[in-house]
């Protein structure tokens, strides 16, 4: 079998990716299940749709359980309650859209726009990179109708995994057999390889909280979970960057892909290790809750209870943001977060001018499910345009959604914002 995987690594190397796999009503449409397969097998989170026509070849509950999310084959979940699926959040849901089997009729329905069945409709929504492997009878192939569709597809920017030849379902022999599921795999796989925007770029990114010691079981420290800075990690290494997370006491494991992770404790281990990466970065986040207070004074043993004092001196940690900003070369791209207790886009305004950033991201701890532990964050983003700014406020998301906003708008991916 080709493109066997040998390792854990090579196993995992669609890990977090993101795929819709279109399956249509081709006898081929079995072959799908075996696809589905490899492709979860290697980590790629998988939804399917289905058109009605392929049900009636492989049932939804195979491709449901071997991918553990539901299936989709009609526009309507539930008639009875008006529910209906979503084909926009689909369409955009997917870093890909692999339609595997692909009939002639499907394709010819991509090609005028059809949007007669869910997965028809996914098509039109999608933004992310299509991919079809088409199977059918050799002649049915080889129509001047069908090879026109194809051409007509490939030209719209398509990528279409050719089929094979060999022994048919009709009893012929030739061209149209659905290319083999480990090879739409390995397709796959190198679609990812090269398709990351973000390739060659290194990103220097600060998270969770910081602990000041008072003593040698105290310290100052803050409610920062990590999960902002580890989603932003996370989808800065899928899209193809050179990660440097640099990360305070969390219990989070380190994100698929990220090829760096330098844990610290105090914000003067923090200004440390990220001032030596930073000069090299292409962009810096910095997502941390640092202290900005210490004890002046921290003793290395545990100070009892009768013995503790009334007072507790303070003095100014290094501000690293403030540093980063300050040694910031041209070209290079620094957000900053800014937690605030009530809206505080004074403050927040006041962060980007002061710190020499060129985007701050506002989360204030008054809107329900925003700022620390959360699943969740609501944030209003500030960029710097020239002399200028520009606002824009997001609706609360989970925070990997969250990330991947605050990226596309780093990086101008997507050109949305
Ligand atoms: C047994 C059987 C096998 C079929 N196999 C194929 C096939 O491999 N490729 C193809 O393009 N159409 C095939 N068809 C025809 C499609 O099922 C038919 O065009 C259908 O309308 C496709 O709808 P869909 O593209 O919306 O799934 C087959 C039909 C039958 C009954």
Redesign the pocket.
């Known amino acids: 079998m080709t493109g066997k995987p040998e390792s854990q690594d090579e196993m995992q190397s669609l890990l977090g990716r993101r795929i819709v796999l279109g399956?249509?009503?081709?006898?081929?449409?079995y072959k799908s299940a075996f696809l589905a397969r490899e492709l979860t097998r290697r980590g790629a989170e998988v939804r399917v749709v289905?058109?009605?026509?392929?049900t009636?070849?492989i049932t939804p509950l195979t491709l449901a359980t071997l991918v553990d999310n539901p299936v989709h084959s009609d526009f309507t979940e539930n008639k009875e309650k008006g529910t209906w699926t979503n084909h926009v959040e689909l369409g955009l849901w997917g870093d890909l859209f692999l339609i595997a089997?692909?009939?002639?009729?499907?394709?010819s329905?991509m090609v005028s726009g059809a949007c007669?069945?869910l997965?028809?409709a996914v098509y039109l929504s999608a933004r992310c990179t299509v991919m079809i492997a088409?199977?059918?009878?050799v002649d049915?192939?080889t129509n001047a109708a069908?090879q026109n569709s194809l051409y007509t597809l490939r030209e719209r920017g398509v990528e279409i995994i050719e089929p094979a030849s060999g022994p048919?379902?009709s009893g012929l022999d030739g061209m149209?057999r659905?290319e083999e599921p480990e090879i739409i795999t390995e397709r796959v796989e190198a679609f990812f390889d090269v398709s990351l925007p973000l390739k060659g770029k290194n990103v220097v990114i600060t998270a969770g909280p910081t602990q000041e010691p008072i003593d040698a079981v105290r310290y100052i420290g803050n409610r920062s979970s990590g999960k902002m800075g580890f989603a932003l990690a996370g989808r800065l290494a899928d899209l193809g960057a050179d990660v440097v997370l640099i990360a305070g006491p969390v219990s989070l494991p380190t994100p698929p892909r990220v090829q760096t992770r330098i844990d610290i404790s105090t914000a003067e281990e923090l200004f440390e290790a990220t001032m030596k990466v930073w000069p090299k970065a292409d962009a810096g986040i910095a997502c941390a809750a640092v202290a900005d207070l210490k004890p002046k004074r921290a003793t290395d043993k545990k100070i009892h209870k009768d013995e503790f004092p009334k007072t507790v001196e303070l003095e100014k940690t290094p501000d690293t943001l403030a540093a980063m900003g300050e040694c910031k070369l041209e070209g290079q791209l620094l957000m900053g977060f800014a937690l605030e207790t009530n809206d505080g886009l004074e403050s927040a305004m006041g962060k980007l001018e002061g710190k020499n950033l060129d985007f701050v991201v506002l989360n204030t701890l008054a809107d329900d499910g925003a700022g620390f532990s959360h699943d969740t964050n609501k944030v209003t983003v500030i960029k710097r345009v020239g002399v200028n700014t520009e606002m824009r406020s997001f609706e609360l998301k989970t925070k990997k959604e969250v990330a991947r906003d605050l990226v596309d708008m780093i990086f101008q991916i997507n050109n949305e914002v």
């Open positions: 399956i249509t009503g081709s006898i081929a449409a289905m058109t009605p026509s392929a009636e070849f089997p692909c009939t002639a009729q499907t394709m329905a007669e069945n997965l028809q088409p199977a059918m009878d049915m192939f069908t048919l379902a149209g659905l």
